[in-house]
């Protein structure tokens, strides 16, 4: 069974597809020397990856909400993962070569296919995924102290363990989305999911795919896996030629 397209949803994705893509763009002009910004420290930065990166994760869940509650089969639900999970190994592939040194591996793609993994076998949990979402937001926070006062735990900062998000310090790496605190987010979304839906405010909702106010974001936002793809090859490539005609 298929669920139907919720606007809203698809709106709110295209508006993180969208901030997303300014957010690359500014980035690519820092990095080709265009302009000089610090996006690893500056928290002008630093808070709208946070913001884009938590939009994303939160419509991810509510997704999963609705494709539970539509009864989407785990046949249909892998067939979709294998896509992320490609799409991961390709942005590893790829910023391998740009970045050698910082090359992504665990960036938002890769916690994506494994937090869908837990967020879809953990959708029974209703109510209390709610505050599933703040331990693991918490446990993450508290890390760093956990670390300090405890080094036994150092192991969690290596490379096989620092995708739990248990850190100390942030690895180098160009994007890094470990699945704590980012399950998080998603199981939120996912309750909140749960809860539009047993409220009847989606069925209510007086957005439909023909009346959206703007068909663009909805478009984008249908499309959000193939526009993350394809948006920064298309802009790095504009931007190298750019330099080349400096």
Not at 174 to 199: C, F, T
Request: net charge positive.
């Amino acid at each position: 069974m298929v669920c139907d397209r919720q606007p809203l949803l698809d709106i709110a994705r295209g508006v993180a597809v969208v901030w997303m893509t300014a957010f690359h763009f500014s980035f690519d002009l820092s990095h080709y020397g265009f302009t000089h910004q610090d996006f690893y420290r500056d928290p002008f930065w630093t808070i709208q990856r946070t913001c884009i990166l938590s939009l994303f994760l939160f419509c991810a869940g509510f997704g999963q909400a609705m494709a539970v509650q539509a009864g989407q089969s785990w046949g249909r639900f892998w067939r979709r993962w294998l896509q992320i999970a490609a799409c991961a190994l390709a942005v590893s592939a790829g910023s391998a070569l740009m970045f050698p040194n910082s090359w992504i591996y665990f960036g938002v793609l890769h916690g994506m296919a494994l937090m869908l993994i837990v967020c879809r076998a953990t959708a029974s949990w209703g109510r209390w995924l709610w505050l599933a979402g703040l331990f693991a937001v918490l446990l993450a926070w508290f890390a760093p102290q956990v670390h300090a006062a405890l080094p036994s735990v150092a192991p969690l900062d290596t490379s096989a363990l620092n995708w739990i998000g248990l850190i100390s310090h942030k690895p180098i790496t160009e994007d890094y989305v470990p699945v704590l605190p980012w399950i998080g987010v998603m199981w939120w979304g996912m309750a909140a999911g749960q809860l539009a839906l047993s409220k009847g405010w989606m069925q209510r909702s007086p957005i439909r795919t023909n009346t959206v106010p703007i068909p663009q974001l909805a478009w984008v936002g249908r499309w959000s896996l193939s526009w993350y793809m394809l948006h920064q090859p298309l802009l790095i490539g504009l931007l190298t030629l750019a330099s080349s005609l400096r």
